[in-house]
């Protein structure tokens, strides 16, 4: 099947400080990408969908000046978490396909 | 909208026993239905999945599972775990012009020797 990775896999950073995480799909082209979140334990959430060429569109609750998502080309889109804070520690996993989703190996965040 | 229900959290079994792991999906329409399982901190590795035609659906690892519309189900079955299937299992509803899914929340498998 198709391949998409995320980097960094883990991050660490201060409160208050912005992460950029990279999700690319490594041999197909994807207008559309989505980005999940998922809690210890729990499941997951669907974000945004990042599309290609125009802005994102974000689920309800999601605050989009706080998750801005780039899609810049068709291989590569990108969450960056400005001014996290503790409450912003999870475990993010973007997909990009058609019918079927391929998911990456996810980024876990930790804000201290 | 679509709504996933997964309504066993956490389900042990005995390594070589059978495994069922129910789900029960809220759609208008027939919708895209999917299982993945994910090992701690890792993603999602698609198990099988169910757009139309023969309702019994043969996936990786030796799973399958059955749609059926009038129990709005879609249970995944493996007739004889190994303990490399103690996982978490996540089924998920697409529709067909949305590739977006909901998931439901998931149940732990944990198999014991």
């Known amino acids: 099947g198709a391949v998409v990775s995320q980097h960094p896999s883990r991050v660490i950073c201060k409160s208050g400080t912005s992460v950029k995480i990279e999700c690319r799909s490594l041999?197909?082209?994807?207008?559309?990408m989505f980005w999940y979140r998922q809690f210890p334990k729990q499941s997951l959430m669907l974000m945004a969908t990042s599309n290609e060429g125009s802005k994102a569109t974000y689920e309800q609750g999601v605050e989009k000046d706080k998750f801005l998502i780039n899609h810049a080309s068709l291989t590569l889109s990108t969450l960056t978490v400005t001014s996290a804070h503790p409450e912003d520690s999870s475990f993010y996993i973007c997909s990009a396909g058609v019918n079927e989703q391929f998911f990456g190996p996810g980024t876990r965040l930790t804000v201290l | 909208a679509q709504s996933v229900t997964q309504p066993d959290i956490h389900i042990t079994v005995s390594e070589g026993a059978s495994l069922e792991l129910r789900c029960n999906y809220s759609?208008?329409?027939?919708?895209?239905l999917f299982w993945y399982v994910q090992s701690p901190g890792q993603g999602l590795q698609l198990l099988l999945k169910y757009f139309s035609g023969d309702t019994l659906v043969q996936g990786i690892k030796g799973f399958e599972a059955e749609f059926k519309r009038s129990q709005s189900s879609f249970n995944l079955r493996k007739p004889s775990v190994h303990w490399s299937d103690a996982a978490e299992y996540f089924c998920?509803?697409?529709?067909?012009?949305?590739?977006?899914?909901?998931f439901g929340a998931g149940t732990t498998v944990t198999v014991r020797a």
């Open positions: 998920a509803v697409g529709v067909s012009n949305d590739y977006k899914l909901s």
């Open positions: 759609y208008g329409a027939t919708p895209y």
């Open positions: 041999d197909f082209q994807a207008t559309t």
